[in-house]
T-cell receptor, first 109, second 112 residues
């Protein structure tokens, strides 16, 4: 069964304290792994797409990496405005993106 | 503004009623997806349309239906509403699979 699991469910950091979020997946024939950011009461906002193991993408304080079984979202020196829920998703063949339940990140100053 | 427009933003209705949620995709996008988000279930895929045709179905209840019109806007119809249908309903659009989706800001449905 195609599945996406994210950990931890919640993460509290101090401003400047770097950490990583994990997304593990089981899907036959990976056709991309997607990271989104979601603020409370709003729609998910696209961050990155990774297509092959070893690929990395960066945006400001965020860097996403991909292996054959999991992806990491590294957050370097986070700021309070990075507080949000981070979702990862994969597209199984023949259907739409399936999402993990997300990691809710809280960054305090 | 993501370019995907959803109306209404909020909807409060009684059990047993029927409602229609509307979505206008981003210009140029042919695919429309509907998702339901509740606190305990996360984002659940309901249904996808591509250029007017149903392309994929997820965990959509028989009480729910959708369609995509020639101008590519889409409507999600929810009938015989139950308290458990209270959730955020998101529409997303894309140029096609497997490209990333652009989400709207959602419709918050409350069934009382």
């Amino acid at each position: 069964e195609d599945q996406v699991t994210q950990s931890p469910e919640a993460l509290r950091l101090q401003e400047g304290e770097s950490s990583s979020l994990n997304c593990s997946y089981t899907v036959s024939g990976l056709r991309g792994l997607f990271w989104y950011r979601q603020d409370p009461g709003k729609g998910p906002e696209f961050l990155f797409t990774l297509y092959s193991a070893g690929e990395e993408k960066e945006k400001e304080r965020l860097k996403a990496t991909l292996t054959k079984k999991e992806s990491f979202l590294h957050i370097t020196a986070p700021k309070p405005e990075d507080s949000a829920t981070y979702l990862c998703a994969v597209p199984p063949a023949g259907t739409a993106l399936i999402f993990g339940k997300g990691t809710t990140l809280s960054v305090s100053s | 503004d993501s370019g995907v427009t959803q109306t209404p933003k909020h909807l409060i209705t009684a059990t047993g009623q029927r409602v229609t949620l509307r979505c206008s995709p981003r210009s140029g996008d042919l695919s429309v997806y509907w998702y339901q988000q509740s606190l305990d279930q996360g984002l659940q895929f309901l249904i996808q349309y591509y250029n007017g045709e149903e392309r994929a179905k997820g965990n959509i209840l028989e009480r729910f239906s959708a369609q995509q019109f020639p101008d590519l806007h889409s409507e999600l119809n929810l009938s015989s509403l139950e308290l458990g249908d209270s959730a955020l309903y998101f529409c997303a659009s894309s140029v096609g699979d497997p490209y990333g989706y652009t989400f709207g800001s959602g419709t918050r449905l409350t069934v009382v």
